[in-house]
């Protein structure tokens, strides 16, 4: 990879290169201290947890259409495989940007191929992000808010892509690097913007073969494929198995080696029992979290005193040691994720300062008692924790922070809801308070506090408040040009949400477990089960 | 028998368009859509444009009745649109999960009349004796035990004991029959089991009831072998509740099996339908309800048909 110039701005991603490096001393099996020689041959069999909605990554918001149908794309740039958060090129050879950040081109590979033979060139590039930045009439694009520095797309020759923004951005070669931001073919794109909702043409290493709508999904290596000797495996098959129990026994009973989304400690316990040695268990800090959103618009959660005492009573760590015993939650973290790769988690003495993240839990519930006796909050006083009805991490959750609440004299009642009226209940504010969650692809700032923006600036933002400060922060952090700068904006954010406003504020961050038959090599566990799923390091010993 | 036919066959269109009519109000009224679930399931960021954009793709953004017309002008042409959340074809989506659903309900019916009419039989037959006994406790604790419990222990024997587990993709029957029965058979045990368990209990009481008759009683005294008075006679009269229950049970399997399509990872109509539901897919839902529909008015059609040629007495006018 050549990186021709690069603006002192940058320093963040330098940053990150090298961590990533450091990373890499530590890697667990299967990854990249793998000593033995790749195999070539073999069909990897995976479970897949629900069923892929249409084909069309620009579209989708789910791990279940990632996770079988990334093997037959290739993308601009990826995440390191083997040493996230290192951004490396897939069919970028290599890329630059200007001085003033506004300009960024990258050089195509010369034979990358799409699967009918075709060569990819820049035009299929810029056709894929006009997609995403600009869909046409009646096409949707999930992630194209994120592209908004994005001025125009530019292709000088038929290997040159460039990238004009309107303002400098700390994460554009991240949202580059995107897993489901799949390279489409222009000219297909050109008859029928749609076409690859339901088909499947990409230049990746894996060839579709077959899908079975609710069964499975069957890929073949791409003998084309651009990087000589990948794939290593002969074709994979993706199996669909919606329920935690058959896919624990798929694991078990071999018939599927591999689940890339993870499972529950009580799962990978059952695994591990039952298979033994023959299972590899590898585990990451997760990009995934839950948060208590409180609607700040019905009385008494509009007081700050009393959002700041909802937090207060909540034992974070005592939840970390309790409810990681049980289920996926596990790391107190702020507003970004703790834990290896996470160039912006908030240092342990930092977060403690926090309101609701000390570890005094008697100080902070005394304290939280006298801010609901300031505020007019009656003894006893009662209302609603909406929730999903999940049992495992969100109805523990909701559990436990209804308990966490009964000890400063609130009486709160849990109600789990079915998807539908859950989502229809946050979106309308038709609750008091609820347990919501979020999960990214990276580490990233722009995404882990896009949920946070004023709510009619963020549809995410269920909590229903408006607050100028936040956004101006978002804008500023957005286009620092310089890493320490942007931290401190971001610390600054972090403070005005979970502290002096206590707006909504996150409960734990995830642990992904993935336990796999020691046989499959090569795949390396990420923070994202959105990431590094195009399986081309993937072999299988004998 | 004719005009009884036509007649029966012409009254499922009235039913059938109530049932439609229901399954489209109720959807509608329940919470959620599936924009919703689509793109702020996953925490996407969905701003409310892209919502409406997908929104009006799908239909939703037209009235009411504009909505149910064209879904009734698309029945009446056999085209049921396409799922709302895959965007592929109704007929093409129910199909690939009919073949396996109809199997397990046909592999199903077959254990159960294997088990329950040989056994009820025999326990009324040895009414009070050890036998009898040994048929009730078998019938009552099949009763009792969920088929989707059955199918867990059978699943947990197969791992725990030999380490193995059936496939969990389906291949038909016309392709690979072992392959297609080493799948099925188990479902179609556990299900089965339960299935024959209310059938046993009906066979018993009828036969016994039969027994009792006047004309028994006549084929005996005329001296009938017993085999001949029990098959030509008694069984065949008794077997009208009989087959009333397997008919209704048979419907009820073709979208029932929930549970047991999700422990042996089926990819069934059951599934698909709790599925549609849960993802509010309108179109997918309000498909299966009538397929479910049909079925039921269709079994009991030939169940009724099936009266008339067990009972000459019964005349269809």
Redesign the interface.
Known sequence: MRVTERPGWHAAITASTIFSLALLLFSPPGGAAEKENPRSGGELVFAVGE????YDGHRE??FAMLHPIAPHYSTLLRFDPQGYPKIIGDVAESWSASKDGLTYTFKIRKGVKFHDGSELTSKDVKATYDKIILPPQ?V???????YDMVDRIETPDIYTVVFHLKYPSASLLANLASPWNFIYKAEILEKDPRWY??NIMGSGPFTFVEY?????WVGKKNPNYFMKGRPYLDGYKA?????T??RV??I??G??LIEFRGFNPAAKEDIVK?LGDKVVVQESPWICNLTVTINNEKKPFDDVRVRRALTLAIDRWEASKALSQISLMKYVGGLFRPGAGSQYATPEAELTKLAGFGKNIEAARKEARRLLKEAGVPEGFSFTLKNRNVREPYEVTGVFVIDQWRQIGLNVTHMPQ??????????QGNYETGID???DFMDEPDYQL?KFLSSDK???NYARYKDSVLDDLYEKQGRATNAKERLKLLRQFEKRVLDEQAYQFHILWWQRIIPHWAKVKGWKITPSHYLNQDLREIWLAE | MHQYILKRLLLMIPTLLGVAVLVFLMLRVAPGDIVELKYAGTGAFAPKEVLDQERAQLGLDKPLWHQFLSWMWGIVRFDFGNSMWTGRPITYEIWIRLELSLELALMATLVAVLLSIPLGTLAALKQDTWVDYFVRIFSIAGLSIPSFWLGIIIILGFLIFVKWLPPLTFTSFWVDPKANLTQLIWPALAVGYRYSAVATRMTRSAVLEVLREDYIRTARAKGLWERVVLTRHALKNALLPVITVIGLEFAFLIGGLVVTEQVFNLNGIGMLFVESITRRDYTMTQALVLLVSFSFIFVNFIVDLLYAWLDPRIRYQ
């Open positions: 069923t892929p909605p249409s918001t789910t009646g949707a694009s999930a992630r194209k808010a994120y909702e339901k079975v709508p609710g069964s499975h199996i669909f198995i919606r329920d129990a058959p026994a798929a078990r009973s018939q599927a039952a079915e998807g539908g009226p859950y989502f229809n209940d946050f979106r969650f979020n999960c896009l963020s549809p995410l």
